[in-house]
């Protein structure tokens, strides 16, 4: 059974910085590339980036580009978002999702930025 | 960046009546290798969405034949048939021809 697992969020002040964890199983990881996807509360859902499979190119939305980075590591099945310069508004849930068609997703982890 | 614009912004359904979502890309999603790249998700109340639809038309796996895709270049459309209280949710559509990729605002769907 595909599972992915995300970990790391919380309530930081701005200006904080923070590192979200996925944790994917009953799949071979190293095959796929990896996004990142975040809902503000009450809105729509927004694309902040991707990862090829090999970590050889790697995409960022505008909103996100120099402040976020993301990684992965194969050999534990793991792919991160490092999370820099926090803003009020990157206050959202974050989604990591699962290859080219986003087949699998994550239950989400909460980013509360606030003073 | 490619603009995806959905209608209507809300549709409320008879349970076993269907409902028809519309999704209109500002560039044409056709890739040179012949797919168009245009999906549709599901993310029902309190939930992670979940894929329905990949490539226009083709179903997910595990998704019920109650949903079917269809359209080409810049418009697409979802219908659902038989709506069932189940299919409560918002209803997204996503291009995924080139970065950023990007979402429609998302179609609510109530049941009468």
């Known amino acids: 059974e595909v599972q992915l697992v995300e970990s790391g969020g919380g309530l930081v002040k701005p200006g904080s910085s923070l590192k979200l964890s996925c944790v994917a199983s009953g799949f071979t990881f190293s095959s796929y590339g990896m996004h990142w996807i975040r809902q503000a509360p009450k809105k729509g859902l927004e694309w902040i980036a991707l990862i090829y499979y090999d970590s050889s190119n790697k995409y960022y939305a505008d909103s996100v580009k120099g402040r976020f980075t993301i990684s992965r590591d194969n050999s534990k099945n793991t792919l991160y978002l490092e999370m820099n310069s926090l803003r009020s508004e990157d206050t959202a849930m974050y989604y990591c999702a699962k290859g080219t068609n986003w087949d699998y997703w994550g239950q989400g982890v909460m980013v509360t930025v606030s003073s | ?112």
């Open chain 2, 1 to 112: 960046d490619i603009m995806m614009t959905q209608s209507p912004l809300s549709v409320a359904v008879t349970p076993g009546e269907s409902a028809s979502i519309s999704c209109r890309s500002s560039k044409s999603l056709l890739h040179s290798n012949g797919i168009t790249y245009l999906s549709w998700y599901l993310q029902r109340p309190e939930k992670s969405p979940q894929l329905l639809i990949y490539q226009i038309s083709n179903l997910a796996s595990g998704v019920s034949d109650r949903f079917s895709g269809s359209g080409s270049g810049t418009d697409f459309t979802l219908k659902i048939s038989k709506v069932e209280t189940e299919d409560v949710g918002i209803y997204y559509c996503v291009q995924f021809l080139e970065v950023p990729l990007t979402f429609g605002s998302g179609t609510k769907l109530e049941i009468k």
